[in-house]
Each structure stands twice: as structure tokens, then as C-alpha cells.
């Protein structure tokens, strides 16, 4: 068990819900949820419980509710879909439990729409007689719903084709036709982390994830450890799944530990009219008309999927239409994209709205079971594709068009060096920097009551300046690395670490801090709220023992270093001896300075990695060791743990990151395996653009955005650093297109939300009534920084899909697979049926050539920059051995390729 103490963020948390979080990994007894226990009971859990056990799982029901007490599989004793252990501690009014029902209904007539909630006020439902074959329990659901709705509601729970089915009856009794314009099935499961160590957590805990996709859509609940079975909520009879909506009413303590509960909406119009007005929904909002005297019935069925990786073929098997996008549904403007239908229908019609938006044409797949399309993003947005089968079926599909990747990040690069760089006189010395924005005002962000916002430490802070840096590794511009020299040099180097005595390269927490007795009056605004734990003192400010801003700062110099050895011409105020040293010391100095915390994974640790491999390879061997035995340290210790992913808060999805390259590096496989499959638990592929490879992050809109809330975050940092794990685990198993397919999602999905004119926000808000961009660029750097180290071009084949490009478009032609590059740094290519890993320190791949026949690789490179007269290129091979066919010298373990006038070809022969 892992014990770990109060930090500052779960304090932050604590102010502004009024509860105090003691520890990181366990969260005893809070005041919200002892006000929740003074609330009276309504469920009648004395009356017992009906029991059924079905072909997968057993059921329990509480007597006089019928709403679900216990979900388990029978294949394990003692773990619990649903959150059974906290049953009578959720008894009371407004508290939602599996087999609930939400409506919004308007009679003929009404000009409003009158809302009905079966949680609302619990009375005991009126059982009926089961005597249909398959049915467990049957109830009228009136007693529990106000006498004036205009509809009898019966709900039943049964068998059907081995499946646990929920299905609601809705029979108008009344002499006026009834418009159903919001039905809502609260999905109730077991993902509140609350009081739980991590163990007990990954053992007892689930997520799930929404695949919004009308009647395609389904929900998958998966466990924390990221192990088998996973629960899949899919229709049952005609109920899309048409939008996905927190149940806010819901008196549950929503917080770090818990994210809240949601609802499966059939139809929403009633939402769109009213709370969702001025968003355009992922689908079209529907409802529907029930005359007098007719039933409608609408309901979900539970299966289990015997691990992750086999959801699809689960749904497959359930005959659910099962869709794959390559590289996934973040269509970069220029690249070529496929989608694969799996479904024994034929498909009637493709509608693109808006118009124009995508192209789709008819494409052919080596599984010919597959009906097979071509892709192209061409309107940059949001995208919907909405597939009609003949049976009438119903799949929608959300695509995101972003640019062409070179023009979004060099977009990225001039407004985080334009707009957001700031370089007034300022009494808190953070000039010459770039300083976060908010994009709502078109303005820098220079004060808030969250000093680190304005301070440039922290993610919140650091993240327009590390994604400044970030950028440059991926596409170096003279103009802006100008710029960031000065940063580095003098704000960094000078402000935002210790410039003096022993704690030189110690990391303050905030630049910007709030102590008005020695600043100049009416330097802060009076309209921020300065009363608040947020509003560090300078003292406070200057703190340096918090581990997770180093790893900025050490990015920072390691990208000056990169510029500076493999380029001429880019830095000219220091050698690159300088920057390495800067980074190798800030990087010792977080397990001195900040000891604590650096006993956890770091969020952007990969570059303590990167920067050993940079110290061996250039010969600074006590340097390197230096560095190895500290991260050696770290690793040993996780590598006692079970699930070592501690971190400041009770759950965290980011430093996993780091325990995965540490672990794998060191060759603890099994702590490298137990990390991805926690990493698979909470990063789901689903088609659609916002939950592809997202990571769960659902409480940094807190510290980093500008809607502040508890609050599914689509795309925040976690999708850009996850996929570095993902992704190398993929590069070790190259047969493994499920890793392929999750790890890109997140790579692309970190530069996703990326606008047309080149701002970076925190996340995009996942709730229906937002939809949007968050307005601050918080904390985004990191996200980048993902992007930044992992961008790189898949080459692979599937024995169903045939050969696919991830980062590239591929042609075939006379049994060679041509690939031209798209990514923005055209800097990493991969072939997965060579396990040639094929990367550039400098130079630019244009295109790559693979013969599968007889395993010879051309790889044509683009000619000389001003700055970039060589190429250095490293070879990875796994399984088999290489040749050049060109004689080439060898610098710091990489080939020397001189660069010409022209694109210059080079050849290898995987043997």
C-alpha cells in the first residue's frame, strides 16, 4: 500500500468542494459524503432482494425498487460492475441506480416540456406477473413517477438470447397524443474511486466510455486493472444511443475521485431546445409522437467481452455494426484515410454533414466479408457521418478535419510566438516568455487567483512556453527559436529556476504570486477573488519541491541542446554543451530538490529517457550514469508495487507514461505490462473523434482551463503522453493493430483540438451543453510535448484490412508499398513487417519504399535547408538484421548523410 501526503492541488480541490483530501492514494470519509449518509433512506433495502443468476452474470435486485443492487460476472466472485458496496449509503432521494429512467415529455397541446425522473421520489413499484419466458422481473414504475404524466411506464428484466435485457414499455393511456422528446437510461457503475487505495481500486473499479454512434452505439465498461471481462451496454430494439449526458442532479459527491454518473439518451430534442440550445449536438436530436393507446418500448442489453482487445469481435458476434477508421477520425486536411464496416447488411446510403466536409468513396479490403471506403478531410471542423444500412439501421461516425500537420503546427508555433509572447516591463520578471491566453478575450493572461495560470510554472503555466519549445523540435524556424533563446537564457534560466546559490536548477512553483504588501498598489485586479489557497505568497511561489515542473524545464534546455548540435545556424547564444549540461542538472536536481514527488511517474518523463540516450551518445559517461542509478531508483521502487502509479492525486492516467519507459528500459516487463493494460483501461478506440485514444482526465479543467469543472476532458494531455507508451509497446509488437490504433488516436487527438488560426486550449468540454474548446490554453503544453517526441509515420499490413498507412499515404505498385509522408516533423518512419524503427536527429523523410518480396527499404530524404546540411539517421531493427548499400560514416550512433541541392535516396536490405 502506498501512503502519500496532502499536496496543493488536492487542498484546491478540497476549497472548492468542501472536502479535504488526506491522501493520493486513499480518500477517507469527506464532509460531502457525511451529509450524503444524514439523508434519509427511500430505496426500502429491509424489504430484501430478488436474486437471478443468468447465462453471464448474476443479478440482484433491490425487492421494492427493481432497480439494480449488485451486477456481477459469473465468472468471478467478488467483483461488482455496479456500486453495490455503497448501496444503502445511495438510498436516498435523486440517487440514480441502473434500471432508472429520466423523461421529458409535452402532451398535445402543452407549449413546455414537463420532466419526469423515476429517482426523483422513491416509492415502491408495483410488481407484475412474469409468466413470458425470459422475464426475471416486471413493474409499473407509476408509483415512483408523478400521477400527472401521461404515460404508463413498465420496465422488465429478462433473458434474451442469453443477453441480460433492460426494456422500459411506454403506453399512452390518454386520449392526446405525447411527445417523448427526451429519454434518458442512467448508467450506473462503479467508478467512484472515493476511499479506495490503488489496489483495491484497479481490483474493484471501473470506467466506461461511450461510443455515441446512434444504433451502432454501444458503452464499454472497463476495469482499472485494464483486465477482462468488460461489460458492453449495447441496444436493445430501436434505442440509439443519440447523446451521452451527466446526470447532474445526481447528490453524489463528484470530485478527483469521482467523475460522475451519466445517462444513455434515445432521443433529445427537449435538451436541444432548452439546455443545449446554442451547441450543435454530436448527432440530430430526435423524439418521438405516441397516439393514444399506443406502447413504445426501448431498452439496452449486457454482454461481456472477454478482454479489450476482443470488444469488437464481441460486437461482431452480438451482429453490432463494428467500425475501424485508419489512422482513426482525426483527418488531417491532404491524408488519406480508410473506414472498414463490419455488418451483415449492406450499406443503403453515407450522408457527410456538413456537406462537403468529407469525401467517402467505395474502397475494397483483403476480408471481403468488409465493406471498405476511402476518406478525405476537406471542410476543417466537425464532422458527421451518418451510414444507413438496408435494414435500416443507423450508424453515425464524428471526424475531426484539422490542416495538413505541417501547417497546423507551424500555425501552433506563430501564435504561441506572436500572440501569446509577452515582453513588457513586468514587476514579476516573466518577460521575455510566452504566457498562457485566453482565447474568448483575445488577450494574455498576465493575472489570475490560480497564480501558476499566469506564473509559467506548472502545467497550467508552463504550457504555452513547453509547447513553444516542443514546436521547435518538430519544425524548427530561425525567426521563433530567436525568440525563445532569450526565454531560456534569461526569464528560465534566470527567473523561473534558482539562478544562484545551491538551488540553482531548482524549479519554482509560480513566477506571478500574490503578496500585495510588497507590490506596487493596484497591481492586482480587484475583480479576481484573491482569498484563496490559489493565491500563493511569494514565499510559497518560490517553492521548488514540486517534482512535476521539472520535467518542463528539463525539455526546455534538452531542445536548445538538439537545436543547437544538429543544426547550424539555429542557436547562437550558447553551445550546445551548455544546454545539455542545463538539462542533465535540472533533471538531478528534481530527485534532490524535490524528493517526494519524484518517487512517482512524471507527466513528459519520457524526457529524462531521451536525455540519457543524448548523454551516452555523446561519450558524457558519469553524467549518464549519474542520471541511470537516480531513474534506476524510481524504477526499483515501482517495481515493488502492484499498480505503481501513485501520483498527487487519489487517481491519476499520466505518470504512467514515465513507469512504463523506466520499467521497460530496465527490463522489469512485468511492471511495463501491467502499465499498458491499465493505460488500455482507461484509453478507449471507439469511432468517434473525441474519445479516440483519450485518456481519461477529468479534473484539470480545475488547475488549467477557463471553465472550471468536474468534467470528462476530451483530449487533454493525457491522449499526447499515453501515446508514447502505447505506441512503443506497439513497436515491440508490431502484430498488435488494436495498440496501433489506441496509440494513434491519442497522438493525433493531442493536436486535435488545435483552432485554424493556431491556438492550443487545455481540452474540449465533453458535456452536451458545451461541446467546445476550453478558453484558456492552460495546460496544453504537455499534450504537445506528446506529439512533439512521438509523431511518426505506421507502416503496417492486416490480414483483414490489408496494407494501411497511420502518418502517410500509401500506394501500391508492382508489389512495392510506397508511402509519402504526412506527419510534421516527417522525422520517424516505421515498417511493422520489418521492425525497422527508422528516425532522423535532422533531415526530413519525403517518402518511403518497402518491398514485403524481398525486405529492401528506400528511403528518400529532402534536400539541404540554410540550417540543415546533414541528415543523421538511426536504425532499429527487432527480429532481424540490416544493410546499407551505401558506405556511410557514423556520428553519436547515427548514419551521416550529407544533404545536396536535391532529395537524395538511400537503400536499405532488411535480411
Known amino acids: 500500500m502506498q501512503t502519500f501526503n496532502r499536496s496543493f492541488r488536492n487542498i484546491f480541490f478540497a476549497m472548492l468542494f468542501a472536502s479535504a483530501l488526506v491522501s493520493t492514494t486513499s480518500v477517507r470519509a469527506q464532509d460531502p459524503w457525511k451529509n450524503l449518509e444524514k439523508r434519509p433512506s427511500t430505496l426500502n433495502l429491509d424489504k430484501g432482494f430478488l436474486t437471478f443468476k443468468t447465462p453471464a452474470f448474476r443479478l ?23 456500486p453495490a458496496a455503497r448501496l444503502a449509503q445511495r438510498s436516498s432521494n435523486e440517487m440514480y441506480h441502473l434500471g432508472d429512467i429520466n423523461l421529458r415529455l409535452k402532451t398535445e397541446g402543452d407549449t413546455g416540456w414537463t420532466k419526469y425522473a423515476t429517482a426523483t421520489n422513491r416509492v415502491d413499484v408495483i410488481p407484475l406477473e412474469t409468466k413470458q419466458a425470459g422475464v426475471l422481473a416486471a413493474s409499473d414504475l407509476s408509483p415512483t413517477l408523478p400521477a400527472n404524466i401521461p404515460l404508463k411506464v413498465q420496465r422488465y428484466w429478462q433473458v434474451v438470447n442469453g443477453n ?3 426494456l ?115 448527432n440530430k436530436p430526435t423524439s418521438v409522437l405516441v397516439k393514444p393507446g399506443q406502447t413504445v418500448e426501448y431498452g439496452v442489453q449486457f454482454a461481456l467481452s472477454p478482454s479489450i482487445k476482443g470488444i469488437e469481435q464481441k460486437l461482431a458476434e452480438q451482429r453490432r455494426p463494428v467500425a475501424v477508421g485508419v489512422p482513426g477520425y482525426v483527418l488531417p486536411q491532404g491524408a488519406d484515410g480508410s473506414l472498414f464496416l463490419n455488418y451483415g447488411k449492406k450499406v443503403k446510403s453515407i450522408l457527410v454533414e456538413p456537406a462537403g466536409a468529407l469525401s467517402v468513396t467505395p474502397a475494397s479490403a483483403e476480408n471481403k466479408i468488409l465493406q471498405a471506403y476511402h476518406v478525405k478531410g ?61 482565447y474568448e478575450k483575445k488577450q494574455q493572461v498576465t493575472q489570475d487567483s490560480r497564480v501558476w495560470i499566469a506564473g509559467l510554472s506548472d502545467e497550467g503555466g508552463a504550457g504555452s512556453w513547453l509547447g513553444a519549445m516542443m514546436k521547435q523540435l518538430v519544425q524548427p524556424d530561425k525567426a521563433e527559436i530567436a525568440k525563445l533563446q532569450e526565454f531560456v537564457n534569461h526569464t528560465l534560466f534566470g527567473n523561473i529556476q534558482h539562478s544562484e546559490g545551491p538551488q540553482k536548477y531548482g ?66 547564444q550558447q553551445n550546445w554543451q551548455f544546454y545539455l549540461n542545463n538539462s542533465h542538472e535540472t533533471a538531478m ?17 519520457t524526457i529524462f529517457y531521451l536525455l540519457l540516450m543524448d548523454l551516452k551518445a555523446e561519450g558524457w559517461g558519469d553524467k549518464a550514469i549519474s542520471l541511470e542509478t537516480e531513474m534506476r531508483k524510481r524504477a526499483d521502487h515501482w517495481r515493488t508495487l502492484q499498480y505503481p502509479f501513485g501520483s498527487e492525486m487519489p487517481w491519476d492516467s499520466t505518470g504512467q507514461e514515465e513507469v512504463y ?27 468517434h473523434w473525441g474519445y479516440n485514444g483519450s485518456a481519461r482526465r477529468y479534473w484539470d479543467f480545475l488547475y488549467g482551463g477557463k471553465l472550471s469543472r468536474i468534467e470528462r476532458q476530451l483530449h487533454h494531455y493525457g491522449s499526447g503522453l499515453n501515446a508514447i507508451p502505447v505506441l512503443t509497446e506497439y513497436r515491440s509488437h508490431p502484430s498488435d493493430l488494436y495498440l496501433l490504433r489506441v496509440g494513434y488516436g491519442g497522438l493525433m487527438g493531442s493536436v486535435s483540438n488545435i483552432t485554424r488560426d493556431g491556438f492550443g486550449p487545455a481540452a474540449f468540454h465533453s458535456y452536451p451543453s458545451t461541446l ?62 520489418a521492425g525497422l524503427w527508422l528516425t532522423l536527429d535532422a533531415g526530413i523523410f519525403k517518402t518511403v519504399t518497402y518491398n514485403p518480396v524481398n525486405g529492401k527499404v528506400t528511403v528518400t530524404l529532402d534536400a539541404a535547408d540554410e540550417f540543415t546540411p546533414k541528415a543523421y539517421l538511426r536504425v532499429q531493427q527487432s527480429g532481424k538484421a540490416y544493410k546499407s548499400k551505401q558506405k556511410l560514416l557514423m556520428d553519436r550512433g547515427a548514419y551521416v548523410i550529407p544533404l545536396g541541392g536535391k532529395p537524395i535516396e538511400l537503400t536499405l536490405l532488411v535480411i
Open 661 to 687: 519507459n523506466w520499467s521497460a528500459y530496465f527490463g522489469y516487463t512485468d511492471k511495463a505490462e501491467v502499465t499498458i493494460n491499465a493505460i488500455l483501461g482507461y484509453m478507449p478506440t471507439v469511432p
Open 164 to 166: 441480460l435485457v433492460l
Open 589 to 605: 536536481a528534481m530527485v534532490k530538490q524535490a524528493p517526494y514527488y519524484a518517487q512517482f511517474g512524471q507527466m513528459e518523463g
Open 772 to 833: 467546445k474548446i476550453d478558453g484558456l490554453s492552460g495546460d496544453y503544453g504537455p499534450n504537445f510535448f506528446g506529439y512533439a517526441v512521438n509523431s511518426a509515420t505506421y507502416i503496417t499490413h492486416d490480414k483483414n484490412f490489408g496494407w494501411l498507412a497511420f502518418g502517410g499515404n500509401l500506394k501500391k505498385d508492382k508489389g512495392l508499398i510506397k508511402v509519402d509522408i504526412t506527419t510534421a516533423s516527417k522525422s520517424r518512419v516505421f515498417i511493422a513487417p
Open 168 to 282: 422500459f414499455k411506454l403506453k399512452n393511456t390518454g386520449s392526446r397524443t405525447v411527445e417523448i422528446g427526451a429519454l434518458g437510461m442512467p448508467m450506473i457503475f462503479n467508478n467512484i474511486l472515493q476511499g479506495e487505495e490503488l489496489e483495491q481500486a484497479h481490483a474493484r473499479n471501473v470506467f466506461y466510455d461511450p461510443y455515441i454512434g446512434k444504433d451502432a452505439g454501444y458503452l464499454q465498461v472497463t476495469r482499472l486493472s485494464g483486465k477482462g471481462p468488460v461489460l458492453l451496454v449495447t441496444p436493445y430494439g430501436h434505442s440509439p444511443f443519440e447523446a451521452y449526458n451527466p446526470l447532474l442532479t445526481d447528490p453524489t459527491p463528484k470530485g478527483i475521485d469521482f467523475e460522475g454518473f451519466y445517462e444513455w439518451m434515445v432521443h433529445s430534442k427537449a435538451y436541444a431546445e432548452t439546455d443545449w440550445k446554442k451547441v450543435e449536438p454530436w
Open 60 to 82: 440482484k435486485l433491490v425487492k421494492a425498487s427493481q432497480t439494480i443492487a449488485a451486477l456481477q460476472p459469473n465468472t468471478e466472485k467478488d467483483f461488482d460492475y455496479t
Open 507 to 572: 524549479v519554482k512553483k509560480s513566477v506571478f504570486y500574490y503578496q500585495p504588501d510588497s507590490i506596487p498598489k493596484g497591481a492586482y485586479s480587484d475583480s479576481l477573488n484573491w482569498k484563496t489557497w490559489a493565491a500563493w505568497s511569494h514565499k510559497d511561489a518560490n517553492d521548488v519541491g514540486r517534482s512535476y515542473n521539472y520535467p518542463h524545464v528539463t525539455a526546455a534546455h534538452w531542445v536548445m541542446y538538439r537545436l543547437a548540435r544538429n543544426h547550424n545556424g539555429l542557436v547562437t
Open 378 to 438: 476537406h471542410i476543417w471542423g466537425r464532422a458527421r457521418l451518418t451510414i444507413t444500412y438496408t435494414d435500416g439501421l443507423c450508424q453515425t461516425i464524428s471526424y475531426k478535419v484539422i490542416k495538413a500537420e505541417s501547417d497546423l503546427v507551424k500555425d501552433f508555433g506563430r501564435f504561441l510566438t506572436n500572440e501569446q509572447w509577452f515582453d513588457k516591463p513586468d514587476t514579476f520578471h516573466r518577460n521575455p516568455s510566452v504566457i498562457t491566453y485566453d
